[in-house]
């Protein structure tokens, strides 16, 4: 069983850039494939970025491919997510989420542990 839990969301302009972290407790983190999900107000959950559980493949969403890139390590039981170049239109709370068997990265239910979520704002 993992527990996830995110941080470095804040307010930020246009422009700028975050790096968020998901810090996992659990021995067996390296063996889940991690993803981060976006849900803004009034919208659906999206998908953002995953990454293989030895970090060998990643996976991005069109809207943030060439801005955000998602890393692991698994000596610190930690997934990140740097995101430069932010929008207002990436505005929303990011999540982190663990999956033991993930063959489809942007489907939710793929996933088995979630964590609570940290909000990013970008300002225009």
């Known amino acids: 069983q993992l527990q996830l839990a995110e941080s470095g969301g804040g307010l930020v302009q246009a422009g700028d850039s975050l790096r968020l972290s998901c810090a996992a407790s659990?021995?067996?983190?390296?063996?889940?494939?991690m993803g981060w999900f976006r849900q803004a107000p009034g919208k659906e959950r999206e998908h953002v970025a995953a990454?293989?559980?030895?970090?060998?493949?990643?996976y991005y969403a069109d809207s943030v491919k060439g801005r955000f890139t998602i890393s692991r390590d698994n000596a610190k039981n930690t997934v990140y997510l740097q995101m430069n170049s932010l929008k207002p239109e990436d505005t929303a709370v990011y999540s982190c989420?663990?999956?033991?068997?993930?063959?489809?990265?942007?489907?939710?239910?793929?996933?088995?542990?979630w964590g609570q979520g940290t909000q990013v704002t970008v300002s225009s």
């Open positions: 659990g021995r067996t983190f390296s063996r889940y494939a």
């Open positions: 989420a663990a999956g033991w068997v993930v063959s489809t990265f942007t489907l939710p239910r793929m996933y088995d542990y």
């Open positions: 990454t293989s559980a030895n970090g060998g493949t990643t």
